[in-house]
């Protein structure tokens, strides 16, 4: 969220002067979440206090603070005598995570398929009319912000308050192991989310659920895929000193 003041330029890219009144550690905390996630603060980033300060057009301060709740909260990794870190998630992680997702959302779809309104399922539709049209734009924000939108009317129309607030806890991580995954997975996404909104406007439970699992199966297997293909392959004479080297010690 970018400002500028009257008759200045456009700010560079990066800038994020957060508005007030909300309490100014709240909002440098949600804009650097957002920065992390949108992958503006990429994963294994060096977080630089001043700088970040900067960005957001803030004291140092309410930045210490952010990045000590986001250390907390798994976003951010504090090192001592070296700083803090944007985390790299490892592979368990994603795994755990994603399993956690697919019991809750599995269940969601069951239930929707069972309270499921017309106007549910309009909805859904348009989401996923909506969706489509922003992944072949190639818009992969709009992309993944309506890939959450989806899945959480699908979350609320289980009527189940408690899946939907453990949903919403893990909401903000699904978005951030989705979005580099999101130009891969591309289409079969949604082709995968009108199946489901067919399932569950017929009222299919089963299969609604099943289908959701199998989604959520898809996104870990080209998260996983994707890690693997990003991987420095090491040759035969970068291999080798290192293995001298341990030999050595």
């Given at each position: 969220?970018?400002?500028?003041?009257?008759g200045a330029?456009?700010?560079?890219?990066g800038?994020?002067?957060?508005?007030?009144?909300?309490?100014?550690?709240?909002s440098?905390y949600e804009?650097?979440?957002?920065?992390?996630?949108?992958?503006?603060?990429e994963?294994?980033?060096?977080?630089?206090e001043?700088?970040?300060?900067g960005?957001?057009?803030?004291?140092?301060?309410?930045?210490?603070?952010?990045?000590?709740?986001?250390?907390n909260?798994?976003w951010?990794d504090?090192?001592p005598?070296?700083?803090?870190?944007?985390?790299v998630?490892a592979e368990?992680?994603?795994?755990?995570?994603?399993a956690?997702?697919?019991a809750?959302?599995?269940?969601?779809?069951?239930l929707?398929?069972?309270?499921?309104?017309?106007d549910?399922?309009?909805?859904?539709r348009?989401?996923?009319k909506?969706?489509?049209?922003?992944q072949?734009?190639g818009?992969?924000?709009?992309?993944?912000?309506?890939?959450?939108?989806?899945?959480s009317?699908?979350?609320?129309?289980?009527?189940?308050?408690?899946?939907v607030?453990?949903a919403?806890?893990?909401?903000?991580r699904v978005?951030?192991?989705?979005?580099?995954?999101?130009?891969?997975?591309?289409?079969?996404?949604?082709?995968?989310?009108?199946?489901?909104?067919?399932?569950?406007?017929?009222?299919?439970?089963d299969k609604?659920a099943?289908?959701?699992r199998?989604?959520?199966?898809?996104?870990r297997?080209a998260?996983?895929?994707?890690?693997?293909?990003s991987?420095?392959?090491?040759t035969?004479?970068?291999?080798?000193?290192?293995?001298r080297?341990?030999?050595?010690?």
């Open positions: 969220m970018t400002t500028t003041s009257p330029g456009p700010e560079p890219a800038v994020r002067h957060v508005k007030r009144p909300t309490p100014l550690r709240e440098v804009a650097l979440t957002e920065m992390i996630i949108d992958g503006t603060l994963r294994g980033r060096h977080l630089v001043v700088e970040l300060a960005m957001l057009g803030v004291s140092r301060q309410p930045v210490r603070e952010a990045l000590q709740r986001l250390s909260e798994g951010v504090l090192r005598g070296f700083g803090a870190m944007v985390h998630p368990d992680e994603v795994d755990q995570l994603l956690a997702r697919a809750l959302e599995s269940e969601s779809a069951r929707a398929a069972r309270h499921a309104t017309k549910d399922v309009a909805k859904l348009e989401l996923c909506v969706g489509t049209a922003y072949e734009a818009d992969i924000d709009a992309t993944v912000r309506t890939n959450g939108e989806l899945h009317l699908i979350t609320q129309m289980s009527r189940n308050r408690f899946l607030d453990f919403a806890q893990v909401d903000r978005r951030w192991y989705y979005t580099p995954v999101a130009p891969v997975r591309g289409a079969a996404s949604w082709r995968e989310h009108n199946r489901l909104v067919k399932a569950i406007s017929e009222g299919d439970e609604s099943q289908i959701m199998e989604h959520t199966e898809h996104t297997k998260y996983h895929d994707l890690q693997t293909a991987e420095p392959i090491e035969p004479d970068e291999a080798a000193p290192r293995k080297r341990r030999t050595a010690n």
